[in-house]
């Protein structure tokens, strides 16, 4: 089992940043997967980005390409989501998610474990 426990969201104006993190325990963090994703009220979850195991590759979705970094610190058993140039449509609760797989994937039915969240609130 892993426990994954994010932390780092806040209340954010246009423009600002914020660095979510994503600290797992339970077992070896190094060879998962691991994505995060968002949901804001009323909304489906949404892709944000992942990266593989070693951290070597990224992946970003739409929406956040090119203001949003993820990386990730195996050492720590930590990934992180460096968010820039926040808009109010970021505005929802984020979730960091592994898979028990080297490799990631968009699609939020593949991961195996979830966080409980942390609200990011961007204001106009």
């Known amino acids: 089992q892993v426990q994954l426990v994010e932390s780092g969201g806040g209340l954010v104006q246009a423009g600002g940043s914020l660095r979510l993190s994503c600290v797992a325990s339970?077992?070896?963090?190094?060879?998962?997967?691991v994505g995060w994703f968002r949901q804001a009220p009323g909304k489906e979850r949404e892709f944000v980005a992942a990266?593989?195991?070693?951290?070597?590759?990224?992946y970003n979705g739409d929406s956040v390409k090119d203001r949003f970094t993820i990386s990730r610190d195996n050492a720590e058993n930590t990934v992180y989501l460096h968010m820039n140039h926040l808009k109010p449509e970021d505005t929802a609760v984020y979730y960091c998610?592994?898979?028990?797989?080297?490799?990631?994937?968009?699609?939020?039915?593949?991961?195996?474990?979830w966080g409980q969240g942390t609200q990011v609130t961007v204001s106009s």
């Open positions: 339970g077992r070896t963090f190094g060879g998962y997967a």
């Open positions: 990266i593989n195991w070693s951290g070597g590759t990224t």
């Open positions: 998610a592994a898979r028990i797989t080297s490799w990631y994937t968009p699609d939020p039915r593949m991961y195996d474990y």
